[in-house]
């Protein structure tokens, strides 16, 4: 019988035993499965799609709920929905320059339509719409095509289906009655994850939304019997939740919204970090599904100090866009990317395959490493003169990323003193990130 660690009260640690912690402790997770964690971590950069027929109304994906529209009209919104100008590879080419590893599209949100072929409802953008085309098919071979893995958001809430009942916090105003079979609707789910996972090749894995609606242990969400399923049709398929807890068995990453691992300013998330691999999904301005009104994009420098601060916690950014309902990106959004892109290919030494690195985030910045190379990111430093705590190790070679100029170091047993050199003084628009490569004489790990 296992113990609960020392230090902690006594009902916490039992608490943290019976839930996630202990359960990642002991799950025994096959190689495939592995090699596609670390796969993952060293991704750190993925290219989130809300799209569907809420994009349509140009109101956001959750237009639905909040306009309260009943199943009919929106059956026959659904009915309309014809995005003849979607192209799998142009998305892919944006998704290629952005620097993006891999993509998360929504195959079914929480207004219930699937944007796949399935034969388990005619509620699908093959059977229901005038396109007929499966686009997720079309955005599977793509990726395979040009190298870049596709995970599918499912939803597990469910504003259409007659099956999901007892209703959870939302979904109460479409009319629907007010029955239904719990068991059939979870058998619904399987049956689409089955097709998602034998008829795309093989995918990243399932990025699961919306159990929030109904947590457990209210309701029973048969997780272990779905998790089994998916990594018996692909062991290779990674589980993301998007519970807002921490993890379960059989989950491989913890994913946080709109937050840094461990924050919460945005209310979803708890800041309980397990020991999986991380990601944080961030909206490019303030929507998910395209939002004809919104403006309030992100500026190419905030999202590249995301990005890094991500990185300097050790997770993954996957970045929303909400195309519109023709197919197309909004040129907002490609812009950004591309710059993006470009950042990355100068810097994508600075992130890709590296792990947060000796020093904790700091009000200046954020460190990153791989093998016995620090990365110093300096993202908000008006100074030339930064003072680090020690590394572990003596530092033998400074110098800054872009440009190869030598940065002055002392170092003591307190810390390291870096001088940048003069120029540019302060991280700013031009420069978001001024990036110190730190060659240490030993693994500090
Ligand atoms: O309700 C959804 C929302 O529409 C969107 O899909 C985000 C993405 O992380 N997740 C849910 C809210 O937690």
Redesign the pocket.
Known sequence: MMRAPRLLPLWLGASLLSRGLAAQATDSVPPERLAARQWYRDAKFGM?I?WGVYSLLGQ???VMQNREIPVGPYEWLAGTFNPIKFDAREWVSVAKAAGVRYITI?SR??DGFSMFATKATRYNIVDWTPFKRDPLKELADECHRQGLKLFF?Y?Q?DWHHPDYWPRGGTGHKTGRPENGDWSRYLDFLDSQLTELLTNYGPIGGIWF??M?DKPSPDADWRLPRTYALIHRLQPAALIVP?H?QAPLPGEDVQ?F??DLPGANTAG?NTEEIGRLPLET?LTMNDS??FNITDRRYKSVPELIRYLVKAAGRDANLLL?IGPRPDGTIPPEAEERLRELGRWLTTYGGSIYGTRRGPISPRDWGVTTERGDTVFVHVLDWPDRVLALPTLGARVVGARMFATGERVEVKQSETGVVLTLPAGRQTSGAEDPDRVVVLTVEARRK
């Open positions: 989130f809300h956001g994906e959750w929504t949100h929480h958001y939803s809430l939304d919306g929030w998007n807002h994913t919204e709109q979803f999904s998910w599904g929303n």
